[in-house]
């Protein structure tokens, strides 16, 4: 069942911190556990309280429950828990690095300065990656004996010349400063103009979703000092294999029951009367969950507030 107490000490609880390996409680969740609560207890805990004789739904498998359990984690993921992860990346040679496991969709990427601070980079919507058939001195394409198949390579051109060395070899900002006032200069476009999307000295990437591989320009640094922090979104459900394992915040749990008795209910005919209500209070508990988990700050607003008489160009 849900955990409702605490259930290790203040000793054990903070050995992980702390480095006391011998003291780490076999069973520890790690830190901030008493937040969240696995979706294997929130199935339980639902068939128990929601199913049986009496109740709406009389009889339920528990693999449906699981089901509807898992699209409502996928669903508040996206919506509602905004299921972010960052990772950061030393940038390799080759300018480019895998798409996390569990990657759905982007959040945003950043690049880590001197100061620790982030800098945004802009996506290149003007490059592809699409198959690049291999092709003879005749330009005929080279198949492959066996499969009969067209033989490709995952890198093209295009993506070899978007990731080519820039003329001066330094940084996008010596490169820009070196080169503005001339007009043929097509990096960031002319210097009167430019279209925005362009105008940026920080670096561009593009992300090839059928390669599942993020490409980076060469204005971007590559080695040890060169951080790239992957901010990314994930359905929630990359380790669940075992349920137990798939957390969900405790502010969210009430919805999530919500979400699952509409969804059982909304194909059962025998529950099709009160289907419009149970499908109002699912919107409802979502409703109130963005709220409870919402990340503003009176405090925080107020102190951004305090620029309001700044002139804001467009």
Not at 204 to 218: E, M, R
Not at 243 to 270: Q, T
């Amino acid at each position: 069942m849900a955990i409702s107490r605490k259930v290790h000490t203040e000793l054990g609880y903070y050995a992980d911190f702390e480095s006391r390996v011998a003291d780490i409680p076999a069973n520890f969740q790690g830190l901030g556990y008493y937040s969240r609560t696995s979706i294997e207890d929130v199935v339980n805990n639902f068939i128990v309280a929601y199913t049986g004789d009496g109740k709406i739904i009389s009889k339920v498998p528990k693999y449906e429950v699981e089901f509807w359990a898992q699209r409502c984690m996928q669903e508040f993921s996206y919506d509602i828990l905004r299921s972010n992860k960052s990772i950061e990346i030393e940038l390799g040679p080759a300018g480019q690095f895998p798409l996390p496991q569990d990657y759905v969709n982007l959040n945003k990427i950043t690049l880590t300065t001197a100061k620790g601070t982030n800098i945004l980079l802009m996506p290149a919507k003007d490059v592809t990656n699409g198959s690049s058939f291999i092709q003879d001195a005749n330009y005929n394409y080279v198949f492959d004996p066996f499969a009969g198949t067209n033989q490709t390579v995952r890198d093209t051109e295009g993506i070899q010349k978007f990731q080519a060395a820039v003329p001066d070899g330094g940084t996008a900002q010596d490169f820009y400063d070196n080169n503005f006032n001339d007009d043929n200069f097509s990096y960031f476009n002319a210097r009167f103009g430019s279209n925005p999307s362009h105008s940026n000295s920080s670096g561009t990437y593009f992300i090839d979703n059928d390669a599942g591989v993020v490409f980076f320009d060469s204005s971007i640094e590559r080695g040890t000092d060169s951080l790239i922090n992957f901010h990314y979104i994930s359905d929630g459900l990359a380790d669940n294999g075992d349920l137990g394992n798939v957390m969900i915040p405790k502010l969210a749990e009430d919805a999530m029951y919500a979400f699952i008795i509409y969804n059982l209910c909304k194909v059962r005919p025998s529950a099709a009367m009160a289907v419009a209500l149970y499908k109002k209070e699912a919107s409802a508990k979502m409703r109130n969950t963005k709220i409870r988990l919402q990340d503003y700050d009176m405090a925080e607003i107020a102190q951004v507030m305090r620029g309001k008489a700044k002139w804001i160009k467009h």
